[in-house]
C-alpha cells in the first residue's frame, strides 16, 4: 500500500462524500507515473459514489450513469478508456480538427477536407468506442499558443472577418458530433481576450458578459442555446450512430450532410456548408 496513493483516495472520498461532487476530471494524467493507479482512482469514485447513489435510491445502470471519471491529456491516449482506466477522455483532435474545418481548410493530420470533418463528427473513427469516451469542444483553458486561442480571437487571427457565421458552425458540428459536448464559458457569445494571451494573464482574464448586449454575439448566443436543447431532448443525438448522405465539393464548395440516429427512430440531418459558396 503507497501511502501517497492513500492520500488521493481520501482526498476523492472528501470530495465525493462531503462536497456531493458527481464527478472527476484529471488533470493532464501524461503525468501521472501509473496508469495503475489511474484505474485505482476511477474504481475508488465509482464505488464511493455507487454507495452514495443507494442512500438515495438509485441502484444499477441508472446510477452509474451519473456518474464520469473523465481524464485531461492533449495527445489522447484512447487506451486509458479501451482498457477502462477512465470513462471518458478530452478529445483534443476535435478542437483542432473543427478549427481547421471553419477555415475551410484540411487538418494537418488528415488527407483530406472529408475526412477532416468525418473524424470530428463520428470520435469512433479516432478510436473511441461510445460517445461516453469522447469530450468535444472548440476551445479549452489552454488559450496560449498555436490555434488555442478563444474562436474570436482565432477567427481574428485568421482574418476571418464574418465570424458570427463560423462560429455558429463550430458549434453545430460541436452538437450534433457524437461525444459529450463541453464549452469554455464565454463561447457560447464570442467573449474575446482582453489581457495578453500568456501565463499568468490568461488565466485571470474574466468572462465580459457586457458584450452580450451587442447584437451579433446575441444571435450567437440564442443560435448556440437552441443547439442545446436540441442535443439534451433529440434521441438522435444519444446515440453513435452516424451516416454521411452528401458530399459536395463542385465548383470550390465545401459542403457535407451527416445523419444522426438509428434507422427506424428519430433522425437528426445536418448540412453544413464551410466554404465561402453561397446561393
Not at 8 to 19: E, I, N
Not at 232 to 243: F, I, K, R
Not at 246 to 258: I, N, P, S, T, Y
Amino acid at each position: 500500500m503507497v501511502p501517497a496513493r492513500r492520500i488521493m483516495l481520501a482526498h476523492l472520498s472528501r470530495w465525493l462524500l462531503d462536497f456531493r461532487a458527481d464527478g472527476v476530471r484529471m488533470d493532464s494524467v501524461v503525468n501521472f507515473g501509473s496508469w495503475d493507479f489511474i484505474q485505482e482512482f476511477k474504481d475508488h469514485g465509482r464505488a464511493v459514489w455507487r454507495d452514495r447513489a443507494g442512500e438515495q435510491g438509485l441502484s444499477g445502470p441508472a446510477a452509474e450513469q451519473r456518474f464520469l471519471v473523465v481524464a485531461e491529456e492533449l495527445a489522447v491516449p484512447v487506451d486509458l478508456v479501451r482498457q477502462h482506466r477512465v470513462d471518458s477522455l478530452w478529445n483534443e483532435e476535435f478542437k483542432r480538427m473543427v478549427r481547421a474545418a471553419i477555415l475551410g481548410r484540411n487538418d494537418d493530420k488528415e488527407p483530406s477536407f472529408e475526412w477532416t470533418v468525418r473524424k470530428l463528427v463520428d470520435c469512433r473513427l479516432l478510436g473511441f468506442e461510445d460517445g461516453a469516451q469522447a469530450v468535444n469542444y472548440v476551445t479549452s483553458h489552454d488559450v496560449e499558443g498555436f490555434r488555442n486561442e478563444r474562436l474570436f480571437n482565432f477567427l481574428e487571427n485568421n482574418g476571418v472577418a464574418d465570424k458570427e457565421r463560423r462560429i455558429k458552425l463550430a458549434f453545430v458540428c460541436l452538437f450534433t458530433a457524437v461525444g459529450i459536448p463541453m464549452i469554455l464559458a464565454g463561447e457560447e457569445f464570442a467573449d474575446q481576450h482582453d489581457l495578453p494571451l500568456k501565463h499568468p494573464p490568461k488565466q485571470v482574464d474574466p468572462v465580459n458578459f457586457g458584450r452580450l448586449g451587442e447584437p451579433w454575439r446575441r444571435g450567437i448566443f440564442d443560435y448556440v442555446a437552441r443547439l442545446a436543447r436540441l442535443r439534451t431532448t433529440s434521441e438522435a443525438l444519444a446515440v453513435n450512430d452516424t451516416d454521411f448522405i452528401h458530399v459536395d465539393f463542385e465548383q470550390g464548395k465545401r459542403v457535407l450532410a451527416w445523419r444522426r440516429g438509428r434507422a427506424g427512430g428519430e433522425t437528426v440531418i445536418v448540412v453544413a456548408n464551410f466554404s465561402d459558396f453561397g446561393t
